[in-house]
Each structure stands twice: as structure tokens, then as C-alpha cells.
């Protein structure tokens, strides 16, 4: 028999004036464990010496009152890491070369893919690099949290989740190539890529031989910097554990946005198996922890409560993802929308994790 294990992920911003009563909430509703919102794009959710701050608690703490509610009930807590996607308006202006550049040459300041807040460091330069795995040591330094979970660890998607292309202008049933939607090309990508490959990225044509080593090149730097953040964590304590939400399957993760997860070291994955947006039934669920379980690593079934419209489709999303878990451990952890909150549905699943 699997352990079960019941979490949720936590908008702490949203249940920030009401802790005990919010926490006793997700008691009541069975949470073992919650993955609480700690750095959000726009920075920290505490005062950091660091990190920028978000401009909300720049001189409050909003992570450690909901721990310390946790922790009265006996819950695991895991800090919830905003990685690669930051629209700080600070940091973006302090450092314009850290962020990501378009095939046509744009930067996402100027040229933002599918929405405004779509503002991402580059994950093959070293500068980025060290500022985000700085603030997550800060992190895990200032608060006793049992593990640190990274979201939006990867680049913009190349391709959009299916149901989700039309609100942007693109055939729903087809992966048409836009340049705009193509990242990163600043210059220490492209000298890399030359390095290691020798051709500039820039001239490679989009589905040619050199295109899929592009890809895999891209998938490689995210992988590192995942590499680089698990050992930091660890160095500093064995016990922490580390994972990360990412797309409902390894082939679309990696397809659409460069995470080739299987490979990753960490300690668990929360893939966010949205059935909607992939234009999916709720028995594909399932599927997808098959998939995922697949690789061989412990995955933790994120669901999406806002398309399980009915209780009967909640117990059939649980179910089929328990019954194709095969020899993998199976966890269900499930977005917690707090004081009536709903996540603005922008693009790609993790805009909804709220
Ligand atoms: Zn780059």
C-alpha cells in the first residue's frame, strides 16, 4: 500500500490576515502538507536582505506567521520558489541583461510572450544563476521549512498547453512555430550553443536536425541550475527536501518548455496534470502519472480542483491517478484557492496554482 499523502498548495498572500483561521481550514480538509508561496515573481514574500522584495513585504513577513500555524498542527511545510519568471520591475530595470531575448532579437522587457508578466531570466548566465540560488540559501537559512519547492523552473513555452492557444491568436489543434514565442538568444546562449555545437542558433531552421540539439541544449541549462540548486540545499541540509512543479508529462515538458525532468535529481516532482488545458477527460489524469512514474522518479499528482467540476470527478481524478501509479509512490497535492481567491488564468497551468 502507497503512503498517501494529502498537500495543497498555499497563495500565501491571500491568507496572510487570517493564519490560524486558514491553516485550520486546510487541517480540517486533511492536508499533511503544505507548499506555501514564499518568493512570487515580483521577489520575496518577507523582508530579504538579498533578494527584491515584493513591494507588499518589504517590511512584513508574510511566510513565517502561516509556518508557525503549520507547525502547531504537525504539518510538513515546503517554501515555494518562483524561479526563472520575474517581473520585478527592480530587478528588470538593475539588470536587462539577465533577461531572456526572442529569435527576433527582442528582449521579454520590451516584448513580453502571451502576457505582460511574462519576464524570465536567462538560465545560461552565471550573474542570474547566483542571485536566485543566493535568495533561496537566504531562504532556507531564515525559515525551519522541511523542504523548498521550485515553480516556473524553465523557459517561456514554445508552444502552448492546446486549449489554451486560441486566447492567443493560435490554431488550437496544431504546434505553429512563432519566433516571439522562442527563447533564449542572448549572446551567452548563442556563444555557447556555438561552442559546444559549432552553429550559431540563430541560423538553425526550426524542426532540422540541429534544431532538436538546440532544444536539448536549452533543456541542459535548466537541468544544471536544477543540479546546482538540490546539492546547495543539501550542502546545507540533508533533510530538506527538494522538488519542483513541472508540466503534466516529461514529453510535453520538454517539448514545450524545456524541462526534462526525468533527469532532474530532486526528491519529488509535482507534475500539474490540468486536464483542461491539454483539452483532456479526467481519466488522463492517470495517463499522466503513468508517464511520470515512468521515469522512475517519486511523483506527487497535482489536480486541478477548478476543472473537477462535480465530487464524483474528483474521486475519479484521485482514483486514476492511484490506480496508474504502478510501483511509483503516489501523492495527490491540490491548488488551495483561500478566502474566495481565484488565480488569474493567464498562460501556461502554474498562472492557476493559486
Ligand atoms: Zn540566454
Redo the contacts with the bound molecule.
Sequence with gaps: MARRVRSFWVNTPAIVENPEKHVAELEYLGADELFLLSIVGEGTLYPSKYFVSSDQSKDRDLVGPVITEAEKRGMRVHAWVVAFNRPSKELSAAHRDWY??NRNGESCIDKPPYVPSYLWL????EAPIEYLLGGIQELVERFNVNGIHLDYIRLPDVFLPEALRLRYGLERDREVYKPEFD????????KGFKKDHGIDPLVIEYGSRHWYEWVSWRAD?ITDFVTRFHKSVKDYDTTVETSAAVFATPGLSYRYVFQHWGVWPLDHFEPMIYHEYYGKQVEWVGEAVAEGVSTGRKIVAGIMLEFLRKREEVERATETAIEKRGAGRMFLRIPHSASGTKGEHQVGPCQSVT
Design positions: 531572456v531575448i536567462c538560465p545560461s548566465q527563447f533564449c538568444y542572448c549572446d551567452t546562449c548563442r541549462r
